[in-house]
T-cell receptor, first 114, second 115 residues
Framework: DQQVKQNSPSLSVQEGRISILNCDYT??????FLWYKKYPAEGPTFLIS?????DKNEDGRFTVFLNKSAKHLSLHIVPSQPGDSAVYFC?????????????FGDGTTLTVKP | DAGVIQSPRHEVTEMGQEVTLRCKPI?????LFWYRQTMMRGLELLIY????????DSGMPEDRFSAKMPNASFSTLKIQPSEPRDSAVYFC?????????????FGPGTRLTVL
C-alpha cells in the first residue's frame, strides 16, 4: 500500500513556463509535507514544506499547495528554468508511532527545455 | 557543518561478499535514516534510528541486511552475503525533529554494484 503517490513519472516544460508537480496521499495522520529535489549522483535536498494547518506556502519561484480534503498537494515552479531539471520527491510525515519518519513518493522527473 | 557524510561513494563487489556502508550524520541530529534507491522501487526506507535506537526496521529486505548505530555520530549498514539484486544507491539521511520541522538532510549516497 503506497501511502504517497506521484502519478506522473515525468514532466517536460518549456523554460519560462509553469511546472506543476502533483502528489496524493492516503494516510489522514500525515500533518507535514515536504518536497525534495534530486540531481543525478547527489542525494535529495530539501526544497519546500507545508504543515497541515496551512494550504499554501511560497518561497521564491516555488509554491506548494495543500488540499487536505482531497489529500492532494502540488508544487508550482514559476517561471521554470533549465536548472530546475531534476527528480522531485514528495514526502509526508505525521505524529504518532512513526514520528520523525517521512514516507516518500516515487518521484517525478522534471525536464525544463531551453 | 560538512553535512551527512557517507563512505564509500562507490563500491563494487562480488556476489557473496560482505559489504559495509558507513554514515556520519549531522552533529546534533537525533534521527538517522537508511534508504535504498532503485529504478524499480524508487526511494525506499530501510531502517531508521532515534537517539541511536532502531525504531522501525520493517523496510529491511531480509536477514542479510543489518544496521547499527553505536553512537550519535556513526552508523553502518551491512549486507552479508551480498547478491546482485542488492545493487542500488544507498542513502543515509539525518534530521532533528522539532515541532513540525521534519526536514531530512541526505548524504551523497553510496552506489553499490554486486557482480
Amino acid at each position: 500500500d503506497q501511502q504517497v503517490k506521484q502519478n506522473s513519472p515525468s514532466l517536460s516544460v518549456q523554460e519560462g513556463r509553469i511546472s506543476i508537480l502533483n502528489c496524493d496521499y492516503t494516510n489522514s495522520m500525515f500533518d507535514y509535507f515536504l518536497w525534495y529535489k534530486k540531481y543525478p549522483a547527489e542525494g535529495p535536498t530539501f526544497l519546500i514544506s507545508i504543515s497541515s494547518i496551512k494550504d499554501k506556502n511560497e518561497d521564491g519561484r516555488f509554491t506548494v499547495f495543500l488540499n487536505k480534503s482531497a489529500k492532494h498537494l502540488s508544487l508550482h515552479i514559476v517561471p521554470s528554468q533549465p536548472g530546475d531539471s531534476a527528480v522531485y520527491f514528495c514526502a509526508a510525515s505525521g505524529r504518532g508511532t512513526n514520528a520523525g519518519k517521512s514516507t516518500f513518493g516515487d518521484g517525478t522527473t522534471l525536464t525544463v527545455k531551453p | 557543518d560538512a553535512g551527512v557524510i557517507q563512505s564509500p561513494r562507490h563500491e563494487v563487489t562480488e556476489m557473496g561478499q560482505e559489504v559495509t556502508l558507513r554514515c556520519k550524520p549531522i552533529s546534533g541530529h537525533d534521527y538517522l535514516f537508511w534508504y535504498r534507491q532503485t529504478m524499480m522501487r524508487g526511494l525506499e526506507l530501510l531502517i531508521y534510528f532515534n537517539n541511536n535506537v532502531p525504531i522501525d526496521d520493517s523496510g529491511m529486505p531480509e536477514d542479510r541486511f543489518s544496521a547499527k548505530m553505536p553512537n550519535a555520530s556513526f552508523s553502518t549498514l551491512k549486507i552479508q552475503p551480498s547478491e546482485p539484486r542488492d545493487s542500488a544507491v544507498y542513502f543515509c539521511a539525518s534530521s532533528a525533529r522539532q515541532g513540525f520541522t521534519d526536514t531530512q538532510y541526505f548524504g551523497p549516497g553510496t552506489r553499490l554494484t554486486v557482480l
